[in-house]
């Protein structure tokens, strides 16, 4: 290996790191200004709570794991990490706030298994360089092969996620033409949120090298169909067994989880769905999250369950999108659902509409990231489980964001997200 790539992924999702030769990574840390953590979209540099911003810019250390995973790059290697202060979990850190989460679902004898399932769409330049859809008119739900994917974008992000040891479980057309769905396989906590951000920076950066643009944004056609980060979990106790529903039924931990993602349901919404564009995703009647509602096997409510088998019966929460930091979307989901259970939290009976027309719940989203953040802000009791430093730095990053974009157009708020996400 002739450099290491290491990288941490921030407040924005942005893949944030340096090339450094070998033997300065072996050391086990390298240097970055904290204030790597307050630098807008737009490279404008804010005073975001705990960035020292207003106190010279001091430095902040990524911690790098002992293991080392492939990259796609030639003769180079990708080194993760936590980042610290002071020789401490830096507040600011989503992988180490998942960390947490973990530990204490852990210390009450639970283990977190989680599967993400992340979309996207393909756009490829035009004659004037602007980005349009993906040229796919054969394309279908469900579908794989050269109607789908004219340009084997897809083969190739999977044979490179292969060598990289990136376990892909699927990947397939989604609902609209030059839609794709990638699918992660179940793993720890850790594992499964490490995987699912290198895919992501993975398979961006191999369709660039094509020409082609592949975007996470939650809703970049307005006319077509969104693109979700559905959060599959489960728990195995200390003899290896899924809790879920281990007499086919769902168990009281099932239960309180799905209770404390409900009643958490609106606050939830400024963690999982953290740009302007993700509230064009979430409407009624969507195959999102809009709805405080659930049920076995219906891919109209938030949280869905599958009990059908013992060894295999999971939850899956449906809002986050993929404009969300993958360590931040899950440690929020098992933070909520730790609230359930602690708080052993009743659940409502089930969602029995058909979620298109006619549903039982009430509640629901936000309108928008504005009043998303609001929402988070006023829910004390999520903010302090998912980490109120962390909570604070978000709220105020993302406000910014939200005030850039008052007013703008479709088209325009597009154009501000899509080469980023």
Same mark, same amino acid.
């Not at 002739?2 to 050391?27: E, M, Q, W």
């Not at 398979?203 to 996470?216: I, Q, V, Y």
């Not at 195959?287 to 049920?295: D, K, Q, R």
């Given at each position: 290996?002739?450099?290491? *790539?290491?990288?941490?992924?921030?407040?924005?999702?942005?893949?944030?790191?340096?090339?450094?030769?070998?033997?300065?990574?072996?050391?086990?840390?390298?240097?970055?200004?904290?204030? /790597?953590?307050?630098?807008?979209?737009?490279?404008?540099?804010?005073?975001?709570?705990?960035?020292?911003?207003?106190?010279?810019?001091?430095?902040?250390?990524?911690?790098? $794991?002992? #293991? !080392?995973?492939?990259?796609?790059?030639?003769?180079? =290697?990708?080194?993760?990490?936590?980042?610290?202060?002071?020789?401490?979990?830096?507040?600011?850190?989503?992988?180490?706030?998942?960390?947490?989460?973990?530990?204490?679902?852990?210390?009450? @004898?639970?283990?977190?298994?989680?599967?993400?399932?992340?979309? /996207?769409?393909?756009?490829?330049?035009?004659?004037?360089?602007?980005?349009?859809?993906?040229?796919?008119?054969?394309?279908?739900?469900?579908?794989?092969?050269?109607?789908?994917?004219?340009?084997?974008?897809?083969?190739?992000?999977?044979?490179?996620?292969?060598?990289?040891?990136?376990?892909?479980?699927?990947?397939? %057309? =989604?609902?609209?033409?030059?839609?794709?769905?990638?699918?992660?396989?179940?793993?720890?906590?850790?594992?499964?949120?490490?995987?699912?951000?290198?895919?992501?920076?993975?398979? +961006?950066?191999?369709?660039?090298?094509?020409?082609?643009?592949?975007?996470?944004?939650?809703? &970049?056609?307005?006319? +077509?169909?969104?693109?979700?980060?559905?959060?599959?979990?489960?728990?195995?106790?200390? #003899?290896?067994?899924?809790?879920?529903?281990? $007499? %086919?039924?769902?168990?009281?931990?099932?239960?309180?989880?799905?209770?404390?993602?409900?009643?958490?349901?609106?606050?939830?919404? @400024?963690?999982?769905?953290?740009?302007?564009?993700?509230?064009? !995703?979430?409407?009624?009647?969507?195959?999102?999250?809009?709805?405080?509602?659930?049920?076995?096997?219906? !891919?109209?409510?938030?949280?869905?369950?599958?009990?059908?088998?013992?060894?295999?019966? *999971?939850?899956?929460?449906?809002?986050?999108?993929?404009?969300?930091?993958?360590?931040?979307?899950?440690?929020?989901?098992?933070?909520?659902?730790?609230?359930?259970?602690?708080?052993?939290?009743?659940?409502? &009976?089930? =969602?029995?509409?058909?979620?298109?027309?006619?549903?039982?719940?009430?509640?629901?989203?936000?309108?928008?990231?504005?009043?998303?953040? $609001?929402?988070?802000?006023?829910?004390?009791?999520?903010? !302090?489980?998912?980490?109120?430093?962390?909570?604070?730095?978000?709220?105020?990053?993302?406000?910014?964001?939200?005030?850039?974009?008052?007013?703008?157009?479709?088209?325009?708020? *597009? $154009?501000?997200?899509?080469?980023?996400?």
């Amino acid at each position: 290996m002739h450099r290491t *790539r290491a990288l941490f992924c921030d407040l924005l999702n942005l893949p944030r790191g340096k090339y450094i030769p070998p033997d300065v990574a072996s050391r086990g840390s390298i240097g970055f200004a904290r204030a /790597a953590y307050a630098v807008s979209y737009d490279r404008d540099l804010l005073p975001v709570p705990g960035c020292g911003v207003h106190s010279g810019l001091p430095d902040m250390e990524l911690k790098l $794991d002992e #293991e !080392r995973r492939v990259a796609w790059q030639v003769a180079t =290697e990708i080194a993760l990490g936590d980042i610290q202060v002071d020789g401490k979990p830096f507040d600011l850190c989503a992988r180490s706030q998942l960390k947490r989460a973990v530990s204490q679902w852990q210390s009450i @004898g639970l283990t977190p298994k989680i599967g993400l399932e992340t979309e /996207a769409f393909i756009f490829q330049r035009d004659s004037d360089g602007v980005w349009r859809p993906y040229d796919t008119p054969g394309a279908f739900v469900y579908g794989t092969g050269a109607e789908n994917d004219p340009r084997g974008l897809i083969d190739e992000i999977w044979e490179t996620a292969y060598a990289c040891g990136i376990p892909l479980e699927s990947a397939n %057309g =989604e609902y609209d033409n030059g839609q794709v769905e990638l699918t992660l396989r179940f793993d720890d906590a850790l594992k499964a949120c490490d995987d699912a951000f290198l895919m992501r920076v993975m398979a +961006r950066e191999l369709a660039l090298k094509k020409g082609l643009l592949l975007s996470f944004m939650p809703k &970049p056609i307005p006319d +077509r169909g969104g693109s979700g980060l559905h959060v599959n979990f489960s728990f195995t106790d200390t #003899e290896g067994n899924n809790v879920i529903a281990p $007499d %086919g039924a769902l168990s009281p931990v099932a239960k309180h989880c799905m209770a404390g993602l409900l009643h958490h349901h609106q606050g939830l919404a @400024g963690l999982l769905a953290t740009t302007v564009n993700s509230y064009d !995703r979430l409407s009624a009647g969507s195959m999102a999250g809009y709805w405080a509602n659930w049920a076995e096997d219906h !891919r109209m409510v938030t949280v869905r369950c599958s009990s059908g088998s013992a060894s295999s019966a *999971r939850l899956e929460h449906r809002m986050a999108d993929c404009s969300t930091n993958p360590y931040q979307a899950v440690a929020s989901v098992l933070q909520a659902a730790l609230l359930g259970v602690e708080g052993t939290l009743k659940l409502q &009976p089930a =969602e029995d509409l058909d979620g298109l027309e006619h549903v039982r719940a009430t509640r629901h989203v936000p309108s928008n990231l504005d009043k998303a953040l $609001d929402a988070l802000d006023k829910d004390v009791v999520l903010r !302090r489980a998912v980490g109120e430093a962390y909570c604070d730095a978000l709220i105020y990053i993302k406000r910014d964001e939200a005030d850039r974009l008052i007013g703008k157009s479709v088209d325009d708020v *597009r $154009d501000f997200y899509l080469p980023f996400i």
